[in-house]
């Protein structure tokens, strides 16, 4: 018995010791492929600009602590806006192409890339646009090239905003699965879809006021680049007169209707290459790469701190697509003790989460703020949680598109009495307390447990509200009129004072750098996550180390795990949250 135990424990060994081994000579592929070199830019070349790989205004740096490797990422949208601003006065840049461009980017990013096109023009240098099929997002971005074209059998998407709720009333009621909802805020409708099987007045009003704004705001730019008036643009969507390659010449929306060979040969000709020949392209993200890594480090005296907070509120370390109260707290922190930097420009993604979170990272910037000035830069979305950590910085930028406010707090505890008492199950409790069981998801929802959390809701409401009254110097009366979890644009936000000017990350920048009375300054990207060797290994492409999420992602594709994800979200969430009311995805 003895032996056997004994070939058992070195087998065990052996078997342990080869995966080390392997894990380790892993490691040290990995660190030798992270230092190889960068593409190379050749003369006479094009940036081809392909987005499809690129979702966060920040890629992110790692620092994996337990084996002593650190990694940072250049496929953030800020990479892309750096690498365009170079590509400008880089002489082996002669253009920009967008050819059949399919991104998952929000308004606002394709807004601030559109925006460095547009500055990238003015060098001189070209952008031209190709594609098979125009959705109505990726034409905003490819209507401000020099040249639109358009496949012959293509299709052009030009018929205004929309937006789709799913409801679960009678699903909770079929299932027995029910969620208890409770909230303030008449617009938070966040949890509108448990409460009944179609749309309220005000949430239907919010939500109609939100994309004419979008709206408006999109053919404001589509109109200056493609000279075509703006009531003119309405009539084409209205009455879907773009939607043939013919029409959309017709109406001046493209300005070439041809095959892609065509249009590769247009461009040989821009560069003055043979018809014959292959001409120079190199991918934005290899671009980006190159810009990043090779470019020569300016050592300017003063810094400016940026801090990008994107993805839900939510508590523990965070990383690129999660605030963290670990990580945010931890940089601001960083940046505040650092004498070399002079401001900090937080720049918000988020739809809000965790109320908890949210007020943790207001201290923290209110902390900062008695040291040096936090400047906020609004991305696609700043709202509810979002906008807490917003509302007390020195100023607010936000695009015209952005959506934030939503001003407003609830509570959600899924319910499983129904569906427990038609299978069968009863559960029983014994307490030496009137309230020592709390709340069960086996019980009715007891009216004192009610009143105890709506008191909460109320209190954490009243909170957020005097949060944002003082940080925007309103009354707790004006904050409540425009609260109540309401939805707005960045160019309504604007005019009701939750926001101080239209503008763009780089306009942050120069207000931060004004407000420290500094000229002569670099920016500092912050984050820096700290993760695992098993985060390590998933990141590496390990198939036992993925997580759930990664293989059904994989399996399932990325429409429908979003599908998913956003009902496992409003299902899974639990206590008091400060959340924008709804999902929206613009096309």
């Known amino acids: 018995m003895r032996f056997l135990s004994n070939v058992l424990a070195t087998l065990v060994g052996l078997f342990i010791f080869c995966m080390m081994g392997f894990f380790l000579l892993i490691f040290i592929a990995a660190i030798a492929g992270s230092g190889s070199d960068t593409v190379s830019v050749k003369d006479n070349s094009v940036i081809v600009l392909d987005l499809s790989r690129i979702t966060n205004d920040y890629g992110g740096k790692i620092n994996y602590k337990d084996i002593d490797y650190f990694e940072e990422n250049h496929d953030g949208v800020v990479d892309i806006l750096r690498a365009i601003e170079a590509a400008q006065t880089d002489p082996s840049i002669k253009g920009i192409s967008i050819l059949n461009n399919q991104s998952q980017l929000g308004m606002a990013q394709n807004k601030a890339i559109r925006d460095a096109l547009e500055q990238f023009k003015q060098s001189g240098k070209f952008v031209y646009a190709y594609a098979n099929y125009y959705t109505q997002k990726e034409y905003y971005l490819n209507s401000v090239a020099n040249a639109v074209y358009l496949n012959p059998v293509g299709e052009m998407d030009f018929k205004g905003l929309s937006s789709e709720i799913m409801f679960f009333k009678d699903l909770q009621e079929k299932s027995g699965v029910k969620v208890e909802v409770i909230r303030h805020g008449k617009y938070k409708s966040a949890v509108e879809p448990f409460l009944d099987n179609k749309m309220s007045d005000a949430n239907r009003e919010q939500i109609s006021a939100l994309l004419q704004s979008v709206w408006d705001a999109t053919i404001v730019d589509i109109a200056k680049s493609r000279n075509v008036p703006e009531q003119r643009l309405n009539e084409i969507a209205n009455g879907l007169l773009a939607r043939t390659p013919e029409m959309a010449l017709a109406e001046k929306l493209v300005d070439k209707v041809v095959y892609e060979d065509v249009y590769h040969d247009d461009i040989r000709k821009k560069l003055k290459v043979d018809a014959n020949e292959k001409y120079n ?50 940089s601001l922190q960083e940046a505040r003790k650092d004498d070399a930097v002079k401001a900090i420009v937080l720049r918000i993604d988020s739809p809000g989460g965790s109320a908890l979170t949210s007020d943790l990272i207001w201290r923290e910037i209110e902390l900062t703020k008695k040291e040096k000035p936090v400047v906020v830069s609004m991305g696609n979305l700043a709202a509810s949680g979002g906008y807490y950590i917003a509302c007390n910085s020195n100023r607010i930028f936000a695009e015209a598109n952005t959506i934030t406010g939503s001003i407003g707090v609830f509570g959600m505890l899924p319910n499983f009495t129904p569906l427990a008492t038609k299978i069968g199950i009863n559960t029983e409790q014994v307490s030496t307390h009137a309230n020592a069981a709390g709340y069960s998801a086996f019980k009715p929802l007891s009216e004192n447990f009610k009143n105890v959390t709506q008191e909460s809701v109320e209190r954490i409401y009243g909170t957020f509200v005097d949060r944002v009254a003082k940080g925007r110097k309103m009354t707790t009366a004006a904050v409540d009129s425009i609260g109540q979890g309401r939805v707005w644009s960045g160019s309504e936000a604007l005019k009701i004072g939750l926001v101080d000017e239209i503008g763009g990350l780089d306009d942050a920048i120069a207000y931060a750098a004004k407000l420290a009375k500094t000229e002569d300054f670099a920016t500092q990207d912050f984050p820096e996550y700290e993760k695992s060797f098993w985060d390590w290994l998933e990141s590496m492409g390990m198939p036992f180390a993925k997580s759930r999420e990664t293989v059904l992602r994989e399996e399932i594709g990325e429409e429908n795990y979003r599908m998913i994800q956003q009902i496992k979200r409003i299902t899974a969430q639990k206590g008091v949250r400060a959340a924008l009311p709804f999902g929206i995805d613009i096309r």
């Open 281 to 330: 392209q190199i991918d934005i993200l290899d671009y980006a790469e190159n810009i990043a890594t090779t470019a020569d480090t300016y050592l300017a005296p003063d810094k400016i701190a940026i801090i990008y907070a994107q993805g839900e509120i939510d508590g523990g370390e965070g990383d690129v697509t999660t605030i963290g109260e670990g990580s945010i707290r931890r």
